[in-house]
Each structure stands twice: as C-alpha cells, then as structure tokens.
T-cell receptor
Framework: GAGVSQSPRYKVAKRGQDVALRCDPI?????LFWYQQALGQGPEFLTY????????KSGLPSDRFFAERPEGSVSTLKIQRTQQEDSAVYLC?????????????FGSGTRLTVV | GQNIDQPTEMTATEGAIVQINCTYQ??????LFWYQQHAGEAPTFLSY????GLEEKGRFSSFLSRSKGYSYLLLKELQMKDSASYLC???????????FGKGTKLSVIP
C-alpha cells in the first residue's frame, strides 16, 4: 500500500484482557519497528524485525508483550493480561532497508486504553 | 543511552520564525532526526543531520553541532498548520533504533 496501515485505530480493553495490534507495512519494506508512545512522551523503541527475523526485542517491557512477523510482511504485537500502564499509542514503522530512521515511515498508530 | 532534552512547549506568531532546540548525549552518537507529529497522527520525517552545519529545506532548516551535542530546528514564515509536536531523535553508531525526546508542542497563534 501507499503507507503503513495499523489496525484497530482505537482499542479499549478491560484489565486482564489480551489484545492484538496489527501493522501492515509498505510493500517491500525489509525493516519493521514497533514503538510505544505514552501520553505527552516521545516514542520508545519496543522491537525490530528484518524480514521475518526478530533481531531485537530489548524494548519490550515485559514477557506479556510478544511480536511476530511470520512471513516478513504483516506484523502483530500481542499484549497478554493487559494492565493500565499498557495504555499508550503503539506505533509501527517500516523502512526499505535496515538503516533505521532515515526513511522510516510511521503508521498512525493504535491507541490502546486499558480500563 | 542518548538522553534527549527539548523544551516542552513553545508559542509563536503566524509569519514569524521559531527555533526549537535539542540537546543529546554525544557518546555513541551517529545522526540526529527531526519529526513532526500532529495530534493523533503519525510522526512524519522532516530532516536528518549527520555532519555539522545547517541543512535547509524550504521553510524548515536543521542545524547540528556534534561536538556540543546540540541541534535546532528552525521554522520560518510560520503558518497555522505548523502547530504540532516536534520530535528530536538520535541514532547510535551501528544502531537502527531511534531514541526520541519527549517532543516540543508548538502553538502558532494569529
């Protein structure tokens, strides 16, 4: 597609519920990143994929967070047993190569609210 | 890490010039990015500086001093649509991830 698409746009989850957030990157983009942006803060790195390989998951805040990109295109970020501190906007970005920020295209994000 | 510091909020008048400053830790630094983010929207790329000096791109310019760990974004001929959050972000040598500041919320008033 023309841009990075994320769904759902908004998600309200009850505490303890599992959620799955989807990212559809630009076709052909090798690199895919997930960032978490809390209200009034800058985005913080969660994890990085190069094609289907998850090369870095050092930013995932706990083992309740899990990300996959099984076929090297669409990615899913799953959060198990959601807690209130998980409330944030989850941004996905893709890049044609692994150079990082230069050429990142961000999606509009999924705003997760845990009640 | 590469702690990023930038002002929380700024206000400027339509048609004026505004400079948004950013400081970062120089250890392991590679390059400096500026992104614009309108409320509820995706960050969009504005500029990327690796070398010292000023990069000009239309109404927007970005400056970098590697030795001082300092950058600024200069916006000229401000328009109401420039009201947004401006994010400063650094990349480390050999690293693909970006470290973002908290963003500067710019309000342009008539």
């Amino acid at each position: 597609g023309a841009g990075v698409s994320q769904s759902p746009r908004y998600k309200v989850a009850k505490r303890g519920q599992d959620v799955a957030l989807r990212c559809d990157p630009i076709s052909g983009h090798v690199s895919l990143f997930w960032y978490q942006q809390a209200l009034g803060q800058g985005p913080e790195f969660l994890t990085y994929f190069q094609n289907e390989a998850q090369l870095d998951k050092s930013g995932l805040p706990s083992d309740r967070f899990f990300a996959e990109r099984p076929e090297g295109s669409v990615s899913t970020l799953k959060i198990q047993r959601t807690q209130q501190e998980d409330s944030a906007v989850y941004l996905c970005a893709s890049s044609l190569d692994r150079t990082g920020g230069y050429g990142y295209t961000f999606g509009s994000g999924t705003r997760l609210t845990v009640v | 890490g590469q702690n990023i510091d930038q002002p929380t909020e700024m206000t400027a008048t339509e048609g004026a010039i505004v400079q948004i400053n950013c400081t970062y830790q120089t250890s392991g630094f590679n390059g400096l990015f500026w992104y614009q983010q309108h409320a509820g929207e995706a960050p969009t790329f504005l500029s990327y500086n690796v070398l010292d000096g000023l990069e000009e791109k239309g109404r927007f310019s970005s400056f970098l001093s590697r030795s001082k760990g300092y950058s600024y974004l200069l916006l000229k001929e401000l328009q109401m649509k420039d009201s947004a959050s401006y994010l400063c972000a650094s990349s480390g040598a050999g690293s693909y991830q970006l470290t973002f500041g908290k963003g500067t919320k710019l309000s342009v008033i008539p």
